[in-house]
């Protein structure tokens, strides 16, 4: 079930732990499948969880190569706000914010400069705000 899937950590307890549940272990996150060090996941964890946060990941990935057509390198942030788009076409800034785990009410901008960056190197085009909610456009 998890084999063939390539997995970067820099921790040794959660690469043992992965190659003992048959993951390939890279030593770049750049050409890893799931970026495990970027997952934030708390001792201890069920083995059943934590195959389904990464089987999940892994399907992410699928999404963002199907919406690009390559495989491409993004920001956390960047790659949670993309497959929450695909997902869930015309969505509003708030639950945006509600579902990337940034209170609404908080003085941050994160979204919306992740947002920018992604408008700024794929087009204008690629996130469309249409009266107040958002969706992945075109590249």
């Known amino acids: 079930m998890m084999e063939n899937i390539r997995?970067?950590?820099s921790d040794k307890y959660w690469n043992q732990i992965c190659n003992d549940l048959g993951m390939i272990i890279v030593d770049s996150p750049n050409v890893a499948d799931v970026v495990f060090d970027e997952l934030d996941i708390d001792k201890p964890i069920s083995i059943a969880n934590l195959q389904n946060i990464?089987?999940?990941c892994v399907n992410n990935v699928d999404i963002i190569h199907d919406?690009?057509?390559k495989d491409v390198v993004l920001s956390n942030l960047q790659r949670k706000l993309i497959v929450l788009l695909?997902?869930?076409p015309n969505i509003t800034m708030r639950e945006?914010?509600?579902a990337l785990g940034v209170l609404?009410?908080?003085t941050t901008?994160?979204?919306e400069t992740a947002i920018y960056q992604l408008r700024k190197t794929y087009g204008h085009d690629f996130i469309i705000n249409t009266n107040g909610t958002y969706k992945i456009g075109r590249i």
């Open 86 to 88: 695909y997902k869930n």
């Open 54 to 56: 990464i089987l999940n």
């Open 109 to 111: 901008h994160a979204v």
């Open 104 to 106: 609404p009410d908080m």
């Open 96 to 98: 945006l914010k509600s």
């Open 67 to 69: 919406i690009f057509g």
């Open 7 to 9: 997995i970067y950590t």
